[in-house]
């Protein structure tokens, strides 16, 4: 029964969402989104700082064993594919879904790894939860018995916003880099 229940969380943890985050890839992008102010190492951070440009927003946490730093990996691509002008008009966040341990100085530590301009971002639990429902991402923890103690499953998506800070559209995690790298260019030139 034991190799059931493994491989039954093994496949939630690796499609990189639980069992109701398929709402997202239905949803209208219309009803997705919406302002928000959370926390970074610099301090308040909230998504009207960065009318103008185009931002990529991604939910994740940095204790993540795999979904995230794949997803980032694929952001990071995306991101570098693009010349040095279009790089200065997107601003990429990472919201963290595990504040408990996310702090501001960890988040920033850890987006460095991947796009030194990526500002993470952490919150109270309350506050997270309710901006990441805005966005339709659905999350939990999840106890295991691991050094960690928990894991977070959750959603992953990548929210595209348009210099008018509404969402331009969002891509699932299987997307790839060209077709990340695609949909921020044409964000850039809405």
């Avoid at 610099?42 to 700082?49: E, N, Q, R, Y």
């Avoid at 693009?82 to 966040?93: A, G, S, T």
């Avoid at 309350?126 to 939990?140: G, H, P, S, W």
């Avoid at 992953?156 to 891509?171: M, V």
Wanted: hydrophobic content about 40%.
């Amino acid at each position: 029964m034991k190799p059931l229940i493994i491989t039954l969380f093994l496949g939630l943890l690796l499609s990189g969402c639980d069992s109701n985050s398929d709402q997202t890839t239905s949803a209208n992008p219309a009803t997705l989104g919406g302002a928000f102010t959370l926390q970074s190492t610099t301090g308040k951070v909230s998504l009207a700082d960065f009318k103008g440009k185009v931002v990529v927003l991604y939910f994740g946490y940095t204790s993540c064993p795999d979904i995230c730093p794949t997803s980032l990996a694929i952001l990071t691509s995306a991101f570098h594919s693009l010349d040095k002008e279009q790089q200065q008009e997107i601003q990429p966040l990472l919201i963290s879904l595990d504040p408990e341990r996310d702090t501001a100085e960890k988040l920033k530590d850890y987006t460095a790894y991947f796009i030194p301009k990526m500002i993470g971002l952490t919150g109270s639990l309350d506050t997270v939860k309710r901006i990441a429902k805005q966005y339709k991402v659905n999350f939990r923890k999840t106890d295991t018995d691991s050094a960690l103690g928990y894991v977070v499953d959750h959603a992953s998506i990548y929210f595209i916003i348009g210099r008018d800070g509404k969402l331009f559209t969002h891509l699932m995690h299987n997307a790839n880099p060209e077709e990340v790298a695609e949909k921020m260019k044409q964000a850039l030139a809405n």
